[in-house]
């Protein structure tokens, strides 16, 4: 007899159209759709389970049990667990549904930069951010996949972080905090977790708010490494030397010594500055970015520091805006910008001087952008390892 199943507190997809694929990571897929009897749009996470020898994904698990218990302005909204009719091998396929913003941050920095790097904006993104961050701290949440590809904007200029597929609750005791170290995207991952720190805890987001907002000025993310070892050379250029003088504790990470030579080469060349003067002079900016990207995580701002910062206070500095201007600012823009679609296009249509190779370095570029190290390990072909999360 063929075995039946009921789901009596899942709808089934179907009630969706789906309109078009806009993200595609380690751990699903991202759906444009709309609810067929309301029209209300959606975004369907697809939870992919190709690689899953373990049942049902803990990063999903995570992630919806999260934000069930967890609601604010700032954080995007779960709306309901779908899942498909059973298919010929007896597996659902498990849908997250969630309320739809029109655009991500990478999106539009790389295909509207123009509508948002005014200094107002800039304050605007980086507020929203840091209170949203600045809760979830506060309720002992650790994101630990700070980027702007996980950072959404409605159309009502409202920012929402996304994303919670490697987010935990974190221990106030540090005796009892042991975490893995293979969290956040390698371009935006903290020097700590680079050199082997597993008792960490809200320092490794705020490094992330550190490379978000430099991108929002420089159009592009801050160090692109291609690797573990290449990431930590990118940011002793950048930030500085990787030394105890720095950072006293740094002696007694697990990496450390193995690659002390590569950290803390004597060099003093602090690219960061010199990238940022060239796009902006507001001196408060600068400041900010600096105590954001501190090396010593002990050091590093926090979100209810960073919200109190000049930057965003001082009366001789342009204000934040206000949500609905920088809702005028996006309203022009004639289609939803995602960093997914807006590479597609960009490989679909290269331009004139643009070859084959060319277009496939796009690929690779994004690629790496969610590049975390060459550790063995099964992994997909977005570059991301699948293992165990912590």
Request: glycine residues 6%; positive net charge; aromatic residues 8%.
């Amino acid at each position: 007899m063929e075995d039946t199943f009921d789901y009596p507190y899942c709808d089934d997809v179907e009630k969706y159209d789906k309109i078009c694929r806009i993200g595609k990571g380690t751990f699903g897929e991202v759906f444009r759709a709309k609810h067929k009897e309301t029209r209300k749009e959606v975004a369907l996470k697809k939870i992919l389970m190709d690689n899953e020898q373990e049942g049902f994904p803990i990063t999903a698990i995570r992630e919806i049990k999260l934000l069930r218990s967890y609601k604010d302005e700032n954080v995007v909204n779960l709306i309901e667990v779908c899942r498909s009719t059973p298919e010929v091998n007896g597996k659902a396929i498990s849908y997250l549904v969630f309320d739809f913003c029109h655009h991500d941050l990478a999106g539009l920095i790389q295909e509207a930069h123009d509508k948002i790097k005014s200094i107002p904006n800039i304050k605007c993104i980086v507020k929203q951010l840091l209170e949203g961050l600045h809760k979830l701290h506060t309720n002992r949440i650790i994101h630990r996949d700070m980027k702007s590809s996980n950072i959404l904007i409605t159309k009502d200029g409202e920012l929402k972080i996304a994303d919670f597929g490697l987010a935990r609750p974190y221990s106030l005791d540090a005796k009892n905090r042991k975490y893995t170290n293979r969290v956040v995207t390698l371009w935006y991952r903290p020097p700590e977790l680079l050199l082997g720190e597993r008792n960490y805890a809200c320092a490794v987001d705020i490094w992330g708010v550190g490379c978000i907002m430099s991108e929002l000025f420089t159009k592009e993310p801050l160090m692109k490494g291609s690797t573990e070892q290449h990431q930590l050379q990118l940011i002793a250029d950048n930030i500085g030397p990787i030394s105890p003088e720095v950072w006293p504790r740094v002696v007694d990470l697990p990496l450390y010594h193995k690659l002390s030579n590569v950290i803390n080469n004597g060099k003093q060349r602090k690219l960061l500055l010199l990238k940022i003067k060239r796009c902006t002079s507001n001196e408060y900016a600068l400041d900010l970015l600096k105590k954001l990207l501190i090396l010593d995580p002990s050091k590093r701002i926090d979100a209810n520091s960073a919200l109190d910062h000049d930057f965003f206070w001082d009366e001789r500095d342009p204000q934040p805006a206000e949500k609905r201007a920088l809702a005028r600012s996006l309203s022009s823009i004639s289609q939803s910008q995602f960093e997914y679609t807006a590479r597609h296009r960009r490989i679909q249509n290269p331009g004139p001087n643009t070859n084959n190779f060319v277009a496939q370095q796009m690929v690779n570029r994004g690629n790496n952008h969610r590049h975390l190290g060459h550790r063995p390990g099964p992994s997909n072909n977005d570059g991301q390892y699948r293992d165990h999360v912590y």
